[in-house]
């Protein structure tokens, strides 16, 4: 069974830059998870995705950050502009329907670097 | 506000010893609890995942407890080797309304030496 895809693995980008993740769950997950994990934390979440309906942005930042998920499946994560701040590991994760009895699966996630 | 604490941030330890990694959470109100391991630059790998029913959960030579009512879970590694040196990431699914989020720790960076 194929794991949670993401790219791009590194990312290195000047402040006020914009930037793109985009993230592929394992096939049949209907939920789907953004999580920013900054240096010497644990991971926090930024979004969830049931389908491709909105749970829960209540700590997006959203005059800069951005997702999707078309379609149910693939989800794209967008940041413009970026701040110093915004240097993380971006972690998306994907569970089955009904994920509060289910296990949460992680990609390799994106390493962002804002200079 | 759930809260999920680590203990120790950090342990090194000699190939063969069996260690114990603690972590604690403020709510007792939760779903489930998971341990993931993630190794530097990586993404997290699910280790053990024990609903909020259950005392523990058994995997190879890695055995999670969970005692909801206290606010405590332990992850207990029997014969320790190189290849578990990671960081241990716990994390809890607490009762939030629509959402099934997970809340982390901030992890224990373990080093086993051979």
């Known amino acids: 069974e194929a794991g949670v895809a993401q790219s791009p693995r590194y990312k290195i980008i000047e402040k006020r830059q914009s930037v793109a993740f985009w993230c592929n769950p394992i096939s049949g997950h209907a939920t789907l998870y953004w999580y920013q994990q900054i240096l010497g934390q644990g991971p926090k979440l930024l979004i969830q995705f049931q389908n491709n309906g909105v749970v829960d942005d209540s700590q997006l930042p959203k005059d800069r950050f951005s997702a999707e998920r078309l379609k149910g499946v693939d989800s794209t994560l967008k940041i413009q502009p970026a701040k110093l701040e915004d240097s993380a590991v971006y972690l998306c994760?994907?569970?089955?329907?009904?994920?509060?009895?289910?296990?949460?699966?992680f990609g390799q996630g994106t390493r962002l670097t804002v200079v | 506000k759930q809260e999920v604490t680590q203990i120790p941030a950090a342990l090194s330890v000699p190939e063969g010893e069996n260690l114990v990694l603690n972590c604690s959470f403020t709510?007792?109100?939760?779903?489930?609890l998971q341990w993931f391991r993630q190794d530097p630059g990586k993404g997290l790998t699910s280790l053990l995942l024990i609903q909020s029913s259950q005392r523990e959960q058994t995997s190879g030579r890695l055995n999670a407890s969970l005692d909801k009512s206290s606010g405590r879970s332990t992850l207990y590694i029997a014969a320790s080797q190189p290849g578990d040196s990671a960081t241990y990431l716990c994390?809890?699914?607490?009762?939030?309304?629509?959402?099934?989020?997970?809340?982390f720790g901030t992890g224990t960076r373990l080093q086993v030496f051979p």
């Open positions: 994760a994907s569970s089955q329907a009904g994920g509060r009895n289910t296990e949460a699966f």
């Open positions: 994390a809890v699914r607490p009762y939030t309304g629509n959402t099934d989020k997970l809340i």
């Open positions: 709510d007792s109100a939760i779903y489930n």
